[in-house]
Nanobody, 114 residues
């Protein structure tokens, strides 16, 4: 079974950037469509960026033009480049397959605040 470990979160000022990484263990990583999800306090988890195994991408309207998802199948890693961060981007960020088939990891906290 594939498992994911997220990293790269932190505290950043509005307008700043972060790059999240998601390392996958297990085989068959390259056959999955992948997604980055986030959950803010008191809100449901939402999909913010997705990439098919063929490389097509899709983004939530709230992050379109600011976030970029990418993957390196040779490294079993998915990335989320986040630019022009806003306070409303504050959340715990998770990666998983899209749709999510595997247990959720611990995620990585992103806090956007001055």
């Amino acid at each position: 079974q594939v498992q994911f470990v997220e990293s790269g979160g932190g505290l950043v000022q509005p307008g700043g950037s972060l790059r999240l990484s998601c390392a996958a263990s297990g085989s068959y990583f390259s056959i999955f469509g992948m997604g980055w999800y986030r959950q803010a306090p008191g809100k449901q988890r939402e999909l913010v960026a997705a990439m098919t195994r063929g490389g097509s991408t899709n983004y939530a309207d709230s992050v379109k033009g600011r976030f970029t998802i990418s993957r390196d199948n040779a490294k079993n890693t998915v990335y989320l480049q986040m630019n022009s961060l806003k306070p409303e981007d504050t959340a715990v960020y998770y990666c998983n397959t899209n749709p999510p088939y595997t247990p959720w990891g611990q995620g990585t906290q992103v806090t956007v605040s001055s």
